[in-house]
């Protein structure tokens, strides 16, 4: 026998729907309702039927092979049949690479399995750890994740729990760590029938996706523990090794104890249990230190953040866009100030918000940061899905991959920037729901039109091509100019590894000069140091005599122009100098 | 000349207006307008056109002689002259005893003035801060103060800014420290233009009172500056010694620097400049630890914050009241857990919110901890404004007041409640606007009909007797049985001057033990110990055996009453037990 239970504190009648027959339940206080069962076997659809209405999903179904809208299929989690089930990876430091990948576009099938057969090319390329867009289920076939309503259940044309599990055990055998991003803040628009169990939402604040999630009126307790569940399953059932938390200033959450908190103990619980460690990174755009502070200073004890600022500054000083939050971007200074303190707002006044941004990094090291050139947001979030590589000259792409891979935040890619694909990484979805569907297309034009472009221009997210235009050309790795590309990333991923100074997380040992009218930067790393030219003209840069001027990796640039005290730097070059390999090994005896 | 400058960002056009006058003012950027006068003398009353609307008074106006819909006069603050301006307290403390009046109703006159006249009754008392409810201006000429719309100018009913500092002087001269009621958390309904200066309020929040205060959205530096500006202006020009922060839990704030951050920093930096130590208290109810926790742990560093679980535990224990919030409370053991921890709710579940609430206060000391049995709240927003005296046996009160004043926290008493006070302190209003003053009406007789009250029988706010019922008779101190109230009030005052044991902050080392079926609790603070029988029937006490057992002071017990290691207390009886006074003075020579 199995008890069925299920919180839904709002109906005042729930049955169990399972093989043609609904069967009462009964309440047990609190809003939990039960029932006795003989067993789920596999390949059985139930769900619930709340005051006569229905059959919906269970809120926590942990498999929807009929899709959002369909019954749920019981998972036995412990008949999987792991291979490495006993790896598990060191911490995130800044000696990790993370990747980012879309399951649906990361391949042509765009399944769990065929990412899987892919992993040789991050293992080559020097990732460490990869990060899924969110698998949970989403309405229809194509989609970035984000608007997930099935947040137990992986999305069945990935490949389902199976194949997850698959994909997660295939990477651990080749030691690669899997992190899931997960989305706690709102519900996706179509299939979410939680609304009608329990108050999930509360109307006290808005954020952008309209009513906020519940995190600290009345009954909140079992929202919060609806999500905490969710994140332990992605990380028991599983095997992750860690997971990236969509947006959490997106949270409205006053308790004395804040969500991030309470999911750090519980994470940690579990990792105490099984031996495990596991990796909380969270997506913030408050830029607060508490976020990754430890608990005992106040924080949340993240195990990091992403880093926008460093991302914006560095894109706008590549671009030259100044539209949108790139308006309170662009001075080499703010990169210099990225490079030495993570945040660039940190308490100053920030124009796009009208107000002042951010608190001072004070303490902390860059371990606790992630920094990009590119993810799906800053690509897909354009109106033509544009990479770097779209929007500047390939020198300008080496420069900025370079910056990433020589900071001391924890590197992160987004599938594809290896080899600067051609494809874009563009908004798709497949709504069924026709009105839907057409108010997103809609909706896309409209936000783009108001930014001047040409509505016929703007690629509409419903339609199956934007999807597959996104997809990933596993052709083009392997030819030039995409092969030279990847050569270079694979060499600056090298470095770092081999290069302490180059990934030293040391925020205070970090020093850099910069012209802004020049635009040129230098940033003295150890005994190391990264010197950009940003510009189109050739600029004499002044090195810093305490570090090696041996040039170890160069984009644009050659020995040469090392002459003296300064570099000749070459338009748009980028050079790693530093102390030269010794040319034996030494052994004390 | 002088500058006068607003801040007004929504109209397209400001003028100043003076003397009938109107005269345009020239816009400086980031929504702030100036114009150049020659002087504001007093008497001289100004306001502002927007775009050719009003006048209003300024948002700032430092004194509203016709009331908060008239124009402001100038206040020179420089002229006022102090007798005692250099005398400045020391830091708030459990040696401290905080006494909270009520300007309007503490005399008969209902003035400055009047109260300043009152000082030694608080002196005798032994009390070291007085507490005043809002004085900023408010419509009408009776209110409890929270309805205030001129922040900046001292209630005109009560005696305006010269009313104001000549009370806070007589304070000083007699060695008593002022604290100040301030609300940042709304504004009043009548009266309030702001928002047609400036976005001081948003919608991405609801509050009980509406629109949030506009703390974190565009334009929020500036809304944040008036109050901070507003803080200072008190404690520099009217030498106030500390603020009393109005439901800081309603405060809807994201930013990485807190507003609660920002002004304690803009408050100590004034009390740098000054030589001065200013104390800050927040009204919570978010039992968070946070507020009092010091920066460098991640709090804002609030002095002390209202302590309502020891307030509403030792109110349901003495009532037996269980309806509204007081459901959550009732249990001796609570009582225990408050005199040990403070917060009762520390992360468990709390039924009124229907969700867990609060952190543990590991860490923190009594001192950061108001205690009291009443105040203007607990009191006043009763329908019939009932004090613990109306509401439980004169010996039950006095066992309220034992543990107040024996409590491991800062006492705070409410005015009269040292003598039992027979007047009531009722909810009363004076709005202006003849429906705001209907609406108030109405809306609390229908707020205790909820309740099963008669509306009848709920005293109107409107109506200017419900304001004279609630002040105190000064010729009720003078006789019993409230002149033997007052002398148990010295009396524990006394003993808790003289033992520190008795006002020690230290929570660890408080031990408690009660009987829940018996209703009684004992106390160990330090060599001394406090044993409180709240039931009816008389009960043997397990004394602490390391305590001294002279009896100190006691209602409804003597000596006798201990009998070995037990006390043999009688009902509704309390005693405070301790070492001996030495006989004589002892001198090491």
Request: no cysteine.
């Given at each position: 026998m199995t008890t069925l239970r299920v919180w839904a504190p709002l109906p005042p009648r729930v049955e169990l729907q399972i093989n043609g027959d609904s069967l009462p339940m009964k309440k047990d206080?609190?809003?939990?309702?039960?029932?006795?069962?003989?067993s789920l076997p596999p390949g059985m659809r139930y769900g619930f039927l709340l005051d006569g209405e229905g059959p919906f999903p269970p809120p926590r179904a942990p498999r929807l092979p009929d899709?959002?809208?369909?019954?749920?299929?019981?998972?036995?989690?412990?008949?999987?049949?792991?291979?490495?089930?006993?790896?598990?990876?060191?911490p995130l430091s800044t000696g990790s690479i993370i990747y980012e990948l879309h399951i649906g576009t990361f391949t042509p099938e765009g399944t769990f399995d065929a990412a899987a057969a892919r992993l040789d090319h991050l293992i080559a390329l020097g990732?460490?750890?990869?990060?899924?867009?969110?698998?949970?289920?989403?309405?229809?076939?194509?989609?970035?994740?984000?608007?997930?309503?099935?947040?137990?259940?992986?999305?069945?044309s990935y490949g389902g729990p199976d194949g997850l599990k698959r994909l997660v055990d295939a990477c651990h055998g080749k030691g690669l760590a899997v992190l899931l991003d997960v989305v706690y803040n709102h519900f996706g628009p179509e299939g979410n029938y939680l609304g009608k169990f329990g108050p999930f939402l509360t109307d006290?604040?808005?954020?952008?996706?309209?009513?906020?999630v519940n995190l600290d009126g009345p009954e909140s307790d079992e929202v919060r523990r609806f999500f905490v569940d969710n994140a332990l399953m992605w990380l028991r059932d599983y095997r992750l090794d860690g997971l990236r938390i969509d947006a959490v200033h997106a949270f409205e959450d006053r308790s004395a104890i804040h969500f991030l908190e309470e999911l750090r103990v519980e994470v940690d619980r579990l990792g105490d249990r099984l031996g495990r460690w596991f990796t909380l990174i969270a997506e913030s755009d408050l830029n607060d230190p508490r976020i990754i502070r430890p608990k005992a200073l106040g924080g949340y004890a993240m195990d990091a953040q992403w880093s926008d600022d460093f991302h914006h500054c560095l894109h706008a000083i590549l671009t030259g866009e100044r539209s949108g939050y790139y308006t309170d971007f662009g001075p080499v200074s703010q990169l210099a100030k990225s490079f030495r303190q993570a945040f660039v707002y940190d308490g100053c006044y920030c124009p796009s918000r009208g107000r002042r941004h951010g608190a001072p990094s004070t303490g902390l090291t860059g371990s606790g940061f992630l920094a990009y050139i590119q993810n799906h947001d800053?690509?897909?979030?354009?109106?033509?899905?544009?990479?770097?590589?779209?929007?500047?000259?390939?020198?300008?792409?080496?420069?900025?991959?370079?910056?990433?891979?020589?900071?001391?935040?924890?590197?992160?890619?987004?599938?594809?920037?290896?080899?600067?694909?051609?494809?874009?990484?563009?908004?798709?979805?497949?709504?069924?729901?026709?009105?839907?569907?057409?108010?997103?297309?809609?909706?896309?034009?409209?936000?783009?039109s108001a930014f001047g472009w040409n509505p016929e221009d703007v690629p509409d997210p419903q339609d199956?091509?934007?999807f597959e235009r996104s997809r990933l050309d596993w052709a083009e790795p392997g030819r030039p100019p995409h092969s030279d590309?990847?050569?270079?990333?694979?060499?600056?991923?090298?470095?770092?590894?081999?290069?302490?100074?180059?990934?030293?997380?040391?925020?205070?040992?970090?020093?850099?000069?910069?012209?802004?009218g020049e635009q040129w930067i230098a940033i003295r790393r150890g005994s190391h140091q990264v010197v950009a030219n940003f510009s189109t003209a050739p600029r004499r840069v002044p090195l810093f005599g305490q570090c090696g001027t041996a040039l170890l990796a160069g984009s644009q640039v050659d020995q040469d122009a090392v002459r003296?005290?300064?570099?000749?730097?070459?338009?748009?070059?980028?050079?790693?100098l530093g102390p030269p390999a010794p040319k034996t090994a030494e052994t004390t005896c």
């Open positions: 206080g609190r809003g939990w309702w039960s029932i006795e069962v003989d899709g959002v809208h369909g019954l749920a299929e019981a998972v036995d989690h412990a008949a999987f049949p792991w291979q490495h089930g006993a790896w598990s990876p060191p990732v460490t750890h990869v990060e899924l867009m969110p698998v949970n289920s989403f309405s229809g076939e194509r989609g970035w994740g984000y608007d997930g309503t099935g947040l137990f259940a992986p999305q069945e006290r604040h808005r954020t952008v996706w309209g009513d906020a800053q690509v897909g979030n354009r109106a033509r899905g544009d990479r770097i590589s779209h929007l500047v000259s390939p020198e300008k792409a080496r420069i900025a991959a370079a910056l990433v891979l020589t900071a001391p935040f924890v590197p992160m890619l987004f599938m594809g920037e290896e080899w600067a694909a051609g494809t874009p990484f563009l908004y798709f979805t497949n709504h069924q729901d026709e009105a839907l569907g057409r108010a997103v297309s809609k909706g896309r034009r409209q936000e783009f199956a091509r934007t590309m990847l050569e270079w990333y694979r060499t600056l991923a090298t470095l770092r590894r081999e290069r302490y100074d180059l990934r030293s997380p040391d925020l205070s040992a970090v020093q850099t000069r910069f012209d802004e003296g005290d300064r570099l000749h730097a070459p338009p748009e070059s980028v050079a790693i």
